[in-house]
């Protein structure tokens, strides 16, 4: 499966973006999915992640209650609705799935990447 993220850009603190994830290649349906950023100079983190059916979610927690990933398997596409954001939350943003029903961190257990989006978040 082919990952493409998009909508990162620009933003003042406390606002918002949305990040989108689209598939191509396979039925997304099955992938579970997650969303992870590098910041400059550091590793590259998990940030949430949800199951194939959209029925189970994790979120790291320096985002849990300002960040909602949800999925809309017929249009083959996950987002990451991102509110109050702050400038600590400037990364680069990367989506990945893969089909053994992990949706957490440990990055090594996702087989499929995007290209990663930026966003930036200006204080």
């Known amino acids: 499966v082919q990952l493409q993220a998009s909508g990162g850009g620009m933003v003042q603190a406390g606002g918002s973006l949305r990040l989108s994830c689209a598939a191509s290649g396979r039925t997304f349906g099955s992938y579970d999915t997650g969303w992870f950023r590098q910041a400059p100079g550091k590793e590259r983190e998990f940030v949430a992640g949800?199951?194939?059916?959209?029925?189970?979610?994790d979120y790291a927690n320096s985002v849990k209650g300002r960040f909602t990933i949800s999925r809309a398997n017929a249009e083959n596409t996950v987002y990451l609705q991102m509110d109050s954001l702050k400038p600590e939350d400037t990364a680069v943003y990367y989506c990945?799935?893969?089909?053994?029903?992990?949706?957490?961190?440990?990055?090594?257990?996702?087989?499929?990447w995007g290209q990663g989006t930026l966003v930036t978040v200006s204080s």
């Open positions: 990945a799935a893969n089909s053994r029903g992990w949706y957490g961190d440990d990055e090594w257990r996702y087989a499929y």
């Open positions: 949800i199951s194939w059916s959209g029925g189970s979610t």
